[in-house]
């Protein structure tokens, strides 16, 4: 790692001009940026003079490819040959449907066009003297329509359809003949159309004209006899640019003012380990791709270092007036990304053992810094959706949200001058060699209509709404806010359950012991000498595991403590006149020492899992839940818990999270009716004695409409919230009934009938609560429309998904949810009280430094704040989730390795929260609340610090006598038993 650190210390220290691997410092320095915080959404604007550009290439949009004098490309041909299915005769018929997509550009509100020529159309047969008037007169009118809606063309001179006449004869680009031909043709389009145009490329992506066309054969002219093709035709391209942009320069610039490049497409690859030579093989992979021809445009005119080590001879050499010629040809870095051949290579040959990833801003900031800070136009990026997609292209949008918040990132944090992007594409069309299997365009083509008619896609509209706002400028709501929770407020962690270990670990080992004193202080036991029977009965500070998880609890600085309970343990034969004792005991201990730890105990009588029923043996193995007697099991359950632990408890929850969408409509009926028996037990029995509340959790994730701006997803937003928490809630908080949109529903379009309540079923259920539970983790998107790239619910008509700017754990990280899923709670309850009875995110348990924790509790708890504060929701307490890692794998504030118990940074982060009720705003005076009564104080001692003391004394018997004084004398501090 030295090495590797020494490397990009001197690359950082590089001058104004770019040298060999400046950019091999892009790696070290994304892995070094706070995570997860430089992973969250960025709300900013691009600068105001930002270009934005929706773009499409000739050939799998124009069609009409023997019209009007056209002559033959070479993916006339190729389409013709081998196994291929279809050509790109009509593609989109752009030629005759020049104004349906004028009009979808207006509709999108860009400021540029980018579209290429099809040089045969122009020249038939590739040279100035088969010149076709009509087909020069399409692109004159189509710039002409730009104009007329103040859009700007960028017009690509080459984009991979070559006139199938010079192939033949010449052999294409294989012969360096085509650099006087190609500089020719792109003489005439500067003086035909160079007046309008402000930005041109001249050949695009040409590292798939010449890997892909030359060497693998997978795009036209499909050409694979020759290993090394490849690279003379990339050496003939790189001339053909060269002399074009020379030729422009000195003809045509002064006047026309305009800009070239060439387009450049590329990948971007991560290291298997951040190790130098992995560093060194990414390096290399993207020399491979973009450096072959970027390295000679901007930099000396000559090819990467590392592919002229690997490939010597291969490799065609440059003249020193050649390299001369070609450095400098490029007015800004032209750059294409996406779900194209530029990205998928294929194959791993150019990966070196690395790994290709998806990741725009680091692929900006690798050309910043590799080539000397040039202006950066993304030209080409976008997605792809499979071919049955229609205009729903949820996967398209998110990703195209994605391309473009890593190019505001870019531009914004790392300081890249991105001047411009461009979506591709426009419409759908031929999409070369993968034909029509999959769809690009912003807009959906019918391609079975007889004017191909065109349709915006969600992608369309979403894409509009960010060009109109410049970007994604930061709302209100946004915004982290500064406040404070009331001094009530219940500070909470939640565990599942809790570690139960009923054999006391103290006063349980009667051997006999002597303090080496005289050496290493080691106890040394004296064998066949055993203490005296103590008779004394078990005590509740006897449990080491109830002693080490309060004081686990009461470090995080919590007020409140919420575990569950094990019916199927506590009662094992189902009759609660023969309950487990031993472990009622236990639970009885615990609860007692988080009270005289200021800990108040929140107890689940039944949390639903999907790995066990944990229902006692009897009713597990009949019918579970479906047997009519279990919610009157369940009650007398819930009173046997209530008469011998109410005295410490005074928060129950009935059922933890009954709402799962394994449950049948059958079963939670049954759990409803067990809930409600259960609370109406509490109400009459124990309320006036014990004082305490019950109610259920619901488990509440929120379910957000996939598409912000279409009515259409709404529907199912709603749906897909009354179908899991309405089920539940509706019955007990609402009407005492169930939805009415959810019974119709299923009624109506799945012939499925929901549970009837009777009018006495109905007046059992209604109002059993004293507040509303919710467990909320995440956030889904949902949308009525049916995309092959996510799971669809068929008998609820629609599908969950997820937005990938989102942070994921392996759950997305979207804390705006809870504030949304705690106004839903309030819009339909009224101010019922509300506690967050479950909250976190799971992370790998490994890492201590838990960030992603850390982040989410801070922005999760802060829109908790929000709902309080700014929406009135009345918000009683939070409960992070979990405790420890030990009882709930990967979601702990304590970690475990082997029998240490650690702290995650989110512990302390997560107290100091707790210590300050909230985020105080600075500057203002601090909250004065009443202090909290103390616990027994006398206990503390023996509770919190046992005391061992050891005297030296002469004779084994006066050592076990002033044991036994020592044990009595305690003992008689009875208030702590």
């Known amino acids: 790692m030295s090495a590797l650190l020494a490397l990009l210390t001197s690359v950082a220290c590089i001058s104004a001009a770019a040298e060999p691997h400046a950019g091999l410092r892009t790696w070290v320095r994304f892995s070094k940026l706070p995570s997860p915080g430089d992973k969250a959404f960025l709300y900013d604007t691009f600068p105001k003079d930002f270009i934005w550009a929706v773009g499409t290439a000739a050939y799998p949009v124009e069609g009409a490819f023997e019209k009007d004098g056209k002559g033959l490309s070479i993916w006339d041909t190729f389409t013709r040959g081998g196994a291929r299915k279809f050509t790109g005769d009509v593609g989109s018929d752009s030629y005759h449907n020049i104004q349906a997509d004028i009009r979808a550009i207006k509709q999108l509100g860009v400021s540029h066009y980018r579209f290429s020529l099809s040089w045969s159309r122009i020249f038939p047969n590739g040279t ?258 499979a071919g049955t997609t229609k205009t729903r292209d949820h996967l398209h949008m998110f990703y195209l949200k994605r391309f473009i918040s890593e190019a505001l990132k870019s531009t914004v944090i790392d300081g890249v001058n991105v001047i411009g992007y461009t979506a591709w594409s426009l419409i759908d069309g031929f999409e070369w060699n993968r034909e029509y299997s999959i769809r690009l365009g912003l807009y959906y083509v019918d391609f079975k209509t007889l004017n191909l008619k065109r349709e915006p896609k969600t992608s369309a509209k979403f894409y509009r709404n960010v060009i109109q706002k410049n970007g994604f400028p930061e709302l209100p709501e946004n915004r982290p806010v500064q406040g404070l929770f009331p001094c009530d407020f219940a500070w909470g962690v939640s565990a599942n359950s809790i570690q139960v270990e009923t054999a006391p670990s103290q006063f349980a080992d009667h051997n006999v012991y002597l303090w080496n004193i005289s050496n290493n202080g080691e106890l040394i036991k004296l064998e066949g000498f055993n203490a005296p029977p103590l008779r004394r009965h078990t005590h509740c500070a006897d449990y080491a595991t109830i002693r080490q998880q309060v004081d686990q609890i009461q470090k995080v600085g919590v007020n409140h403590f919420h575990f569950s309970l094990n019916w199927s343990a506590l009662v094992p034969t189902g009759d609660v006149a023969h309950p487990n004792t031993t472990l009622l005991g236990y639970y009885r201990c615990f609860t007692r020492q988080l009270l005289q730890a200021n800990v108040t105990p929140v107890v689940t009588l039944w949390h639903h899992t999907r790995q066990r029923s944990s229902l006692p043996a009897p009713l597990d193995a009949d019918n579970k839940w479906l047997n009519s007697k279990t919610p009157e099991a369940f009650a007398e359950y819930a009173r046997l818990c209530y008469r011998e632990l109410g005295a410490h408890v005074k928060m129950w929850i009935t059922l933890n999270e009954p709402n799962d969408d394994k449950v049948t409509y059958q079963e939670g009926h049954q759990m409803l009716r067990a809930h409600a028996l259960a609370w109406h037990v509490y109400d009459r029995e124990f309320r006036h004695a014990q004082g305490g509340q019950v109610s259920l959790t619901l488990y509440m994730d929120w379910a957000e409409p996939a598409s912000s701006f279409s009515r259409e997803d709404v529907e199912p937003a709603k749906r897909a919230l009354d179908l899991r928490v309405g089920w539940f809630a509706e019955p007990v908080f609402g009407s005492g009934d169930y939805p009415s949109e959810m019974r119709s529903w299923l009624r109506l379009l799945n012939s499925l009938d929901l549970p009837v309540f009777n009018e006495e079923d109905r007046q059992l259920v209604q109002g059993t609560y004293d507040f509303f539970g919710i467990s909320h983790f995440s956030t889904d998107l949902v949308t009525q429309a049916k995309e092959d790239s996510y799971t669809y619910t068929p008998m609820l008509e629609f599908q969950r998904m997820f937005d990938i700017t989102w942070i994921m754990s392996p759950r997305p990280v979207v804390p705006w949810g809870l504030r949304k899923a705690l106004n839903w709670v309030k819009e339909h309850y009224s101010h019922v009280p509300v506690y967050v009875m479950a909250n976190g995110v799971q992370e790998d348990p490994a890492h201590f430094t838990d960030n992603l924790r850390v982040y989410y509790l801070y922005n999760y708890i802060n829109e908790a704040l929000k709902a309080y504060i700014l929406d009135g929701v009345n918000l009683k307490g939070y409960f992070a989730y979990a405790l420890s890692d030990h009882r709930d794998p990967g979601f702990g504030l304590y970690g475990q390795v082997d029998e240490e118990v650690i702290d995650k940074a989110s512990l302390a982060n997560y107290r100091n929260i707790i210590q300050h009720n909230g985020f105080p705003v600075p500057g203002h005076e601090s909250q004065q609340c009443p202090s909290m009564p103390q616990g027994c104080r006398g206990c503390q001692v023996l509770v919190k610090k046992p005391v061992v003391g050891f005297l030296t004394v002469v004779g084994l018997g006066v050592l076990i006598t002033l044991g036994l004084i020592i044990y009595y004398a305690a003992k008689r501090h009875k208030e702590y038993y």
Not at 171 to 189: M, R
């Open 128 to 385: 100035r003297g088969s010149y076709n008037r009509i087909g020069t007169n399409y692109y004159r009118i189509l710039i002409k329509r730009l104009k007329g809606v103040r859009v700007q063309p960028v017009v690509t001179l080459y984009h991979w359809d070559l006139p199938q006449h010079l192939q033949e004869t010449l052999g294409g680009w294989s012969n360096p003949e085509l650099v006087e031909i190609f500089k020719d043709y792109a003489d005439f389009c500067f003086q035909t159309f160079g007046d309008d145009v402000k930005y041109w490329i001249t050949i695009d992506n040409p590292f798939v004209v010449a890997r892909h066309g030359y060497g693998t054969g997978m795009v036209a002219p499909g050409i694979k006899n020759d290993p090394d093709l490849q690279f003379r035709v990339g050496h003939n391209l790189l001339k053909a640019h060269a002399a074009a942009w020379h030729l422009y320069d000195r003809h045509y610039r002064p006047r026309q003012q305009g800009r070239l490049s060439m387009a450049l497409a590329s990948h971007w690859i991560k290291p298997r380990r951040l190790r130098m030579e992995s560093l060194r093989e990414c390096q290399c992979s993207l020399d491979h791709v973009l450096g072959w021809f970027a390295r000679p445009l901007f930099v000396d005119g000559d090819y990467p270092p590392c592919m002229k080590t690997r490939l010597g001879s291969r490799l065609p050499s440059f003249t020193e007036e050649e390299k001369e010629h070609v450095k400098g040809t490029a007015d800004f870095f032209a750059l294409s990304h996406g779900g194209t051949l530029s990205f998928h290579l294929t194959d791993d040959s150019l990966t070196f053992g690395q790994q290709e990833d998806l990741d725009l801003r680091m692929l900006l900031y690798w050309v910043n810094a590799e080539y000397n800070r040039p202006p950066i136009f993304v030209v080409q990026s976008g997605w792809f959706v």
